[in-house]
């Protein structure tokens, strides 16, 4: 069976096989992702901590992402994604048992967040190259895009199940589903042809190589363009996991079901807008496009201020949904088009560095002036800030090419 030229990516076996297990874990993970911020809200009703739990678990992709970006350019990836993915099941299993005997604290939540963020940060350069040698560089545009539409259908799904699950059955389930999730990547990683082996060649020490990826990074203005976009976007809009839960209870009123429809409305506009970016073939995405997504999106956390009722807030997270991941399914296929087989690892790193190493940073300014003032303050500082920076970005650009 061949697919159509939108899904060609599904032509290659490995990566069909890969990418049908990774959505079963992406599923979990945004169940689980659902229910730690539910628990952190009910052990501490605090904006502030729910914030500082975002900031752990991504401070590791802050520190380190740059020595993740070389040890997966120096190992075999299938090997390094087996380890990564068996930490990530026990973690989950970890956080679910703490929460049926009762005897969960938020440290260990805390701790755990740590723990999360340390395998992820040598999950995320080893997975994103990976793709480039399942499906080649003719369909890597597609691949990313997939990836992306599958990380945001399951934003979709993940959150609705979760929502139902807490209000019916409570917390556990969402953590031990997404542990048996990622069990299923285990088992399909190892069924995989493809391994992912470092390029053969003369091998310099781990700092010589970090070094060459920076140097490389910032020789090529394209690459610090891109980078600059994705931090803007990723700074300003994407903290969701901090936004969303205090939107959900704090401004409307809802509960835990009504938190998951949020988070799915967010999911439909974000498939919809990586799915966008895979129908442009093989060709590096325009930056054109690139700047206005960044905008729409930083604009939609504007509006996302003002919204006091449910019929308001829904389209205006589908937008920003949508125009979020394009800008960041597009920063994803420039990295990889433009990387050097050699580089690609190091080069992924710093688009992890940026993407989710910021994070921490924004989290926690959320947290903070969410427990000052309230949600809507931290959307609208945001997405103004977020506008004037971009603006900043525009106008280095052009005089740079000047």
Excluded at 254 to 263: N, Q, R, S, T, Y
Aim: glycine share 10%.
């Amino acid at each position: 069976m061949r697919f159509p030229h939108g899904l060609r990516a599904l032509n290659h076996g490995d990566y069909r096989r890969f990418y049908a297990a990774q959505l079963v874990a992406l599923i979990g993970s945004w169940m689980q992702s659902v229910a730690q911020a539910w628990l952190v809200l009910q052990l501490t009703n605090s904006p502030l901590k729910l914030g500082l739990i975002g900031t752990l678990q991504f401070a590791p992709v802050l520190l380190f992402s740059v020595v993740a970006g070389a040890v997966a350019d120096r190992l075999p990836k299938r090997r390094l994604l087996v380890a990564t993915q068996t930490t990530l099941a026990c973690q989950a299993a970890a956080l679910g048992l703490l929460v049926a005997t009762g005897l969960v604290e938020y440290w260990h939540v805390a701790v755990l967040g740590l723990v999360l963020g340390f395998a992820n940060v040598m999950d995320l350069p080893a997975r994103q190259s990976f793709v480039m040698e399942m499906v080649g560089k003719d369909d890597v545009v597609n691949g990313v895009a997939l990836n992306s539409a599958g990380f945001n259908a399951a934003r979709i799904v993940g959150p609705a199940a979760a929502g139902v699950l807490i209000a019916r059955l409570g917390l556990v389930p969402a953590f031990l589903l997404n542990s048996l999730g990622f069990v299923v990547v285990i088992a399909a990683l190892l069924r995989l042809g493809t391994q992912g082996l470092p390029v053969r060649g003369r091998r310099a020490t781990m700092f010589e190589e970090i070094r060459e990826g920076l140097r490389y990074a910032r020789r090529t203005p394209r690459v610090l363009l891109v980078l600059g976009l994705l931090f803007v976007v990723s700074l300003c809009v994407f903290n969701f996991t901090v936004y969303v839960p205090l939107l959900a209870r704090n401004v409307l009123g809802l509960g835990a079901e009504g938190f998951g429809f949020l988070m799915a409305a967010l999911g439909v506009g974000a498939v919809a807008g990586a799915l966008t970016v895979g129908m442009l073939g093989s060709r590096e995405p325009p930056l054109a496009g690139m700047v206005g997504a960044a905008a729409i999106a930083l604009a939609s956390l504007l509006g996302l201020a003002a919204a006091r009722q449910v019929w308001t807030a829904v389209p205006l997270l589908v937008v920003t949904g949508y125009f979020g991941l394009v800008l960041v399914a597009s920063c994803n296929t420039a990295m990889q088009l433009i990387a050097p087989d050699a580089l690609r690892g190091r080069v992924m790193s710093l688009y992890t560095w940026v993407y989710g190493g910021v994070f921490p940073i924004g989290a926690f300014l959320v947290g903070a002036i969410s427990q000052a003032s309230s949600v809507s303050t931290a959307f609208l500082c945001a997405g103004a800030v977020g506008l004037v920076a971009l603006a900043g970005l525009m106008l280095w650009w052009a005089l740079r090419r000047d």
